[in-house]
């Protein structure tokens, strides 16, 4: 059983919602995300997106476009990615680590080199936003080769025949994206959000994960009755950046605590 498949199976036999947090890599300092991702395990999350910095992340909104701006600036590239998950694993970090990024630094990679590397790294999977599924099965077929998920996307718009192709090439989990648009904090989340999940899960066992806008516990709290995972992004970076250089991790792991707090609601 892989780590992926392990934690959702654990979690959903205790009833719990999957906490994912996201972080650019190389944010906001060049080592930071070692600093970070154990902090974070421990202070709670179950999975962690990792962000490889990209000069055109379409997907993302201002927030998330800050950090990989800065990222970039501070020299991070794809095989320091790569290098950032093999260090987190020998640091004893143990929950699953999914790189998310835009397919270019991936085929300027090497599809086949990217997806060895990662599994030799410890890493879990990729999450690549700019894949249309009439592209995937290169990188579908050498990720399974090595051992690795294809995280998909569906949306509030996607339509049913689509979305049951869609959900055909995924493994790990559905990132199931909660409204139209980019990446970005919010106050409220979509009051469609139940219907679009349901409909989702027609075309798929695999475990659901919303993402895009959750931001408070209030929200998590929203999505736990109805889904299995929640990603928090650009509210945490948002955090980060509030935060003194010297307060940055603990601040961030007392977010991922703060956000636990529906489990109390």
């Known amino acids: 059983m892989s780590r992926m498949t392990e934690t959702f199976a654990h979690l959903r036999a205790i009833h719990h919602v999957a906490l994912m947090p996201y972080l650019t890599i190389g944010f906001p300092q060049r080592d930071s995300t070692l600093h970070l ?24 909104g201002a927030t998330i476009q800050r ?3 800065q990222a970039l600036a501070n020299g991070v590239h794809f095989s320091f990615c790569l290098e950032t998950v093999a260090r987190l694993r020998q640091q004893g970090v143990r929950i699953p680590l999914l790189l998310m990024g835009y397919y270019n630094p991936i085929l300027s990679y090497g599809i086949d080199r990217a997806c060895a590397d990662l599994a030799v790294a410890g890493g879990d999977g990729w999450i690549v936003p700019d894949l249309p599924p009439e592209e995937a099965s290169p990188l579908r077929q050498q990720a399974t080769a090595h051992g690795l ?4 996307f569906v949306a509030p718009t ?11 090439l995924a493994s790990g989990f559905v990132y199931c994206v909660s409204l139209t648009g980019v990446t970005g904090s919010r106050r409220d989340l979509s009051t469609g959000l139940e219907a679009f999940l349901s409909r989702v ?3 798929t066992d695999l475990p659901l994960v919303v993402g895009f806008g959750i931001s408070t516990a209030e929200h998590v709290a929203q999505v736990e009755p109805i ?14 950046e509030s935060l003194p250089p010297d307060q940055v991790v603990e601040g961030a792991a007392a977010f991922i605590r703060d956000l636990q707090k529906y489990g109390k609601m």
Not at 158 to 168: G, K, L, Q, S, Y
């Open 227 to 240: 889904a299995d995972g929640a990603i928090v992004g650009s509210a945490l970076i948002n955090h980060i």
């Open 201 to 203: 899960r027609q075309h």
């Open 158 to 168: 996607t339509p049913d025949e689509r979305m049951a192709h869609i959900v055909r």
């Open 149 to 152: 998920d294809l995280i998909m």
């Open 67 to 69: 950090a990989s701006q």
């Open 37 to 60: 991702v154990p902090a974070l395990e421990a202070a709670g999350a179950n999975l962690i997106e990792l962000g490889i910095p990209f000069s055109d992340p379409l997907a993302d």
